[in-house]
């Protein structure tokens, strides 16, 4: 199951810290300490029922590590990419523009191997449970119970990803290219997975309310999360589309101000930094070769004194690969993560030169605008100083 961490509502989700995966390791412990250990193996002592639901916990992992291991290992075997680079306890996450776009079939293979691959491993775990479950050593017919929630785990996490809906991996396999002839199937998958995560709801809700509390909330929970990552599921997509569709130059801004390497350090302040109010800006030379970006965090170790003599060329530029983007075959993929981090800006280069800047900000509100009033993207000319495919020197600011 792919998911997300944060919600569209306002800008597009980045990589910050994630909270679910903390609620739902608690939910696990809790289920496992004080639900599940008290009844299976009663009168132990609470630390003896704190490591039941520790490796409850463990376990759960253990079986989003066997699906993700899957995908992994379809990818192989396909030559394809796999898309789930970052792992969580949810499973893995996709950060590439392309994982929100239809694939042909082996890309359709490594979406399916992580659910395959859990099928595959619950059958001898429930083998091996139902063999030890008799065994006179009582270590060894304790041990059964915890072979029999991995196999459960497994089975779990292999039928829920077979439903075609999104956030679900056979929902991801149902994704098109916005065409006509995939858009019914594409909407139906979004709207199916939201009516599961409503569902699961309610039905946790009415499960709560009958006394099983444990269970209840944590279905609460699992189904408002799911509700939210399809919602952040169908915002990406739709984002990637826009990017797709939309030339790049309508996104590129003239550059502000870029550094001299002749300049003083207190120039650098009184020019560029403080009336601009950017942390970091690049570094050109006379013809516009691009040099790097400088953090005025850097500059502000120096003394007040060395300040007006000491020339920003003896600093080694800050290369900040995250916030630039080359403009090549890639770029779209690189501004979809640049919408990612929440970067303020991003500097275009060309051939090694400088050709104007990107506020990812601006052009996810321009995408929401889009999405939520139907405006179609204006044919404005691009406002950048020259041409991305013929990039001119841009003057450097100097003393």
Do not use: C
């Not at 969580?88 to 691959?117: C, L, N, Q, Y």
């Not at 204006?378 to 600011?397: F, K, L, N, V, Y």
């Amino acid at each position: 199951m792919k998911t997300r961490r944060s919600s569209f509502s306002k800008e597009m989700p980045g990589f910050q810290f994630d909270t679910s995966w903390v609620f739902l390791s608690m939910f696990l412990f809790w289920a496992g300490a004080f639900e599940i250990a008290p009844l299976r193996f009663p009168d132990q002592g609470v630390l003896f029922d704190g490591l039941v639901g520790t490796v409850i916990v463990l376990l759960y992992f253990l079986g989003v590590l066997i699906h993700e291991g899957g995908h992994k290992i379809a990818a192989w075997m396909t030559g394809r990419f796999y898309e789930g680079n970052l792992l969580t306890i949810w499973g893995g996450i996709p950060r590439e523009a392309m994982s929100f776009e239809s694939k042909d079939s082996r890309d359709h293979i490594v979406r399916m191997g992580g659910p395959i691959f859990n099928l595959i491993s619950a059958f001898p775990l429930f083998h091996f449970a139902s063999q030890l479950a008799s065994h006179p050593n009582p270590f060894v017919e304790n041990a059964s119970f915890f072979l029999h929630f991995e196999a459960q785990t497994n089975l779990l996490l292999a039928v829920a990803n077979m439903f075609p809906f999104l956030p679900f991996d056979m929902g991801t396999v149902l994704l098109g290219d916005g065409s006509p002839e995939t858009a019914v199937r594409e909407r139906w998958s979004i709207q199916g997975g939201l009516g599961v995560a409503w569902i699961l709801t309610l039905v946790s809700l009415a499960v709560a309310a009958k006394g099983g509390m444990v269970s209840g909330f944590g279905g609460i929970f699992l189904g408002i999360h799911l509700a939210r990552t399809n919602v952040v599921w169908k915002a990406r997509i739709g984002l990637t589309r826009y990017l797709k569709d939309t030339p790049i130059e309508l996104f590129i801004d003239p550059i502000r101000f870029v550094l001299n390497p002749d300049i003083t350090i207190e120039d650098a302040y009184l020019k560029g930094f403080y009336p601009l109010g950017q942390s970091f800006l690049p570094v050109s030379d006379d013809q516009g070769s691009f040099l790097g970006f400088l953090s005025w965090e850097e500059l502000k170790k120096t003394g007040p004194e060395s300040r007006k003599l000491q020339r920003i060329a003896s600093f080694v530029p800050e290369q900040r690969n995250k916030i630039q983007i080359e403009l090549d075959g890639f770029v779209r993929m690189r501004l979809f993560d640049a919408v990612e981090r929440r970067e303020k800006i991003v500097f275009v280069l060309k051939e090694g030169r400088l050709v104007g800047t990107i506020s990812p900000a601006a052009v996810v509100e321009r995408f929401r605008m889009r999405t939520s009033l139907g405006i179609p993207e204006a044919d404005r000319e691009s406002t950048m100083t020259g041409d991305p495919e013929d990039p001119q020197t841009i003057p450097t600011e100097s003393p």
